[in-house]
Structures are given as C-alpha cells and as structure tokens.
C-alpha cells in the first residue's frame, strides 16, 4: 500500500527566502512520485516528477525536489520565493497501480 | 485547445436532484479518472476508466455512476444528491494505464474541477 505525509498544512515565506515544503512517503514497492500545484479556483497542474530515474528532479517555475530512500522523503524546494508561487502544493505516490494517492496538500503563503 | 475540460465549473443544486458532469479530453489519452477533493482540500480518487472500461471503483456509493461513451469523454452522473455531496470534482486523463509505457511516466492532467454545492 502507499501514503504520503505532507508536514505542515501552511508554509509562510518572505518573498526572496527559501521555500521548503515536506513530503514523505511510504510504498510497498519503489515508488513514483509526483508534486502537483493547485491556484485558487483551478485545477491541479504537475510541477515535477519522480520516475526512478535522477534523484534530482528539476520541474517548472524554479522548483526542485530530491528523492532519499533513506529517508522515505521527497521535499519541494525553491531557492527563492516569488508572490506568484503562493498555492496549494499536493505531494502524491503512484506504486504498481494506476492509483495515484494524494497527500493532504500544504498551502504556502508569501509575504512581500 | 484545452487539455482536459469539464462541465459545468459550477453546479448549485437541492438535495434529492440527479445532475451531471462531462468531462472531455483532446489528448489521444486512452485512461480517465474522476477525484473527488473535499472542503479541507483532500483529493481522493473515486474511478478510472481505461479504453472505456471501468478499472477503479473506490467504494463510492451506486448513487455516482462514471459513464465513458469512448475515450475522450468520461461523465459522472450522481442520483439522489446528498448534502456530503458538496465538493470539487476533477476529471483527469493519463496516456495508458498503468505504471509506465515505453519510459513513460503515465502522469496525470487534471481538467479545472467542477464545484458542486449541494443546498
């Protein structure tokens, strides 16, 4: 089976600072995973993706994430916040099935 | 030139109605979901259909009922509205089912959500 954890249901940063949003994962099998955005009122766009390929990841807009195994964890960082990045961000894992599951998404304000 | 479109984005409806949502996608995808994402934000699948056939069914009621005339179009018909009804509903399409496909990642593209209200 899988999950996903998303620490933190609200992340506030200046604009210019760092952005750091949390996902850990758990599966029964290696897993695919995904960061998805979501701006007020629209539907879910795909930031980036994990595919057992590089563990760096670099997706649109500046984001990145990395996969540890080791950690079961696979964290969305920005290097420097823009206003235009506040939204709903949703950390999900596919395993061997054609079900993606969602973590419970972590809102990220920025603050001029 | 929209990927993934639903209709209608805003449904307001009374409790006992029957209504509708038609999902479309102009990608080629061959698989369909439907998601369900609550007043606290939280997604979760309801179906997936692939070639028209239904793949996922996760223990939503026989009052939602997905209808796939081919594989562009993906409805969601729900009887008997309930008030715990009330959420956005998202149609999505994948290239295949599955994990992968040749290198692919079979990622998801969600169309903009479909708001019902349940009064």
């Known amino acids: 089976a899988q999950s996903v954890t998303q620490l933190g249901s609200h992340v506030s940063v200046s604009e210019g600072a760092l952005v750091l949003l949390r996902c850990n994962y758990s599966?029964?099998?290696?897993?695919?995973l995904f960061w998805y955005v979501q701006y007020p009122n629209q539907g879910l766009q795909l930031l980036l993706k994990y595919t057992s390929a590089a563990t760096l990841v670099k997706g649109i807009n500046g984001f990145e994430a990395e996969f540890k195994k080791s950690e079961t964890s696979f964290h969305l960082t920005k290097p420097s916040a823009h206003m235009s990045d506040a939204a709903e961000y949703f950390c999900a894992v596919k395993g061997n099935t054609d079900k993606l599951i969602f973590g419970t998404g972590t809102r990220l304000q920025v603050f001029p | 030139d929209t990927a993934v479109s639903q209709t209608p984005k805003y449904l307001v409806t009374q409790m006992g109605n029957d209504k509708s949502i038609k999902c479309e996608q102009n990608l080629g995808h061959d698989t369909m979901y439907w998601y369900k994402q609550d007043s606290k934000k939280f997604l979760k699948i309801m179906f997936s259909?692939?070639?028209?056939?239904?793949?996922i069914n996760e223990t939503v009621p026989n009052r939602f009922s997905p209808k796939s005339p081919d594989k562009a179009h993906l409805n969601l018909h729900i009887n008997s509205l309930e008030l715990g009804d009330s959420a956005v509903y998202f149609c999505a399409s994948s290239q295949v089912y599955g994990r992968a496909s040749g290198g692919a990642t079979n990622e998801q593209f969600f169309g903009p959500g479909t708001r019902l209200t349940v009064l």
């Open positions: 599966s029964s099998v290696p897993p695919y």
């Open positions: 259909y692939n070639n028209k056939e239904l793949i």
